[in-house]
């Protein structure tokens, strides 16, 4: 299987023919027979009923999990034959993550939190990984925060915390968990806001994965599973076509 080229685009990330079982004493099949291409760009919503697989397909597209069977590629680099450093040499340049509880370390700042991805990849140095890190505080609101530690904030400056960490290496796609999960509305909004603006951005493509169907008919491609199959595939911009299975 080779994916559709969108506008000359190819998939940042695809599946093909993806399954995830659990080896348990009676087998538990995650997600089964998953065909997805990630186009930069994309703006997607992972939607379905608890236990349809959708934050397992999640972890799958970003290498957080492996396939039984099927393949993901990133950028058209196969990774199943990658080792779990090349796995995380992938993750670390190319992924960011978002989730729903933000997993900042207490005992950082805002600005130590941000930078912790580049002092890891490496890309950033000095003076230009705290510059960056100042700039993505700045352009999320945080501007008067940055030098306190996440203990101080609200669970939506955390969460804001959490999307400039994952945008600290400059990913080409953000991957994001229940985002908006443990927020209220106000909060919610400012988030979805902040992804909606990243999407797109220099061809960044977000995919999230909520239970919030405001939020994902809000979002310009809608993916359905029910247990662990994509039932529906609806793209709402006038660059694709939504496709529906017969």
């Known amino acids: ?29 995650l997600v089964k027979d998953i065909d997805l291409a990630i186009f930069p760009g994309d703006f997607m919503a992972i939607t379905g009923p608890s236990g349809s697989g959708k934050s397992s397909l999640l972890y799958l597209l970003g290498l957080l999990d492996l396939p039984t069977t099927g393949e993901v590629f990133i950028n058209g680099r196969p990774t199943h034959d990658m080792d779990e450093a090349e796995r995380a040499a992938v993750r670390l340049g190319t992924l960011g993550f978002v989730f729903q509880f933000h997993f900042l370390l207490e005992e950082f700042t805002l600005l130590g939190n941000t930078m912790v991805p580049m002092r890891q990849l490496g890309r950033f140095k000095g003076a230009a990984m705290r510059e960056r890190a100042e700039y993505l505080l700045e352009a999320l609101g945080l501007a008067d925060h940055m030098h306190k530690r996440p203990d101080q904030l609200s669970g939506g400056q955390r969460q804001r915390v959490a999307v400039a960490r994952a945008l600290a290496n400059d990913p080409p796609v953000l991957l994001a968990d229940e985002p908006t999960g443990s927020l209220d509305s106000k909060s919610s909004e400012q988030v979805f806001q902040i992804l909606s603006d990243i999407a797109g951005r220099d061809d960044r493509a977000v995919v999230a994965v909520t239970h919030d169907l405001d939020m994902a008919e809000r979002m310009d491609r809608r993916v359905r599973l029910i247990d662990g199959r994509i039932v529906a595939d609806t793209v709402q911009t006038d660059t694709m076509q939504a496709a529906e299975p017969a």
């Open 1 to 29: 299987m080779t994916a559709a080229v969108i506008n000359g685009k190819q998939p940042a990330i695809e599946a093909r023919n993806v399954t995830r079982i659990l080896p348990e004493t009676v087998p538990v099949t």
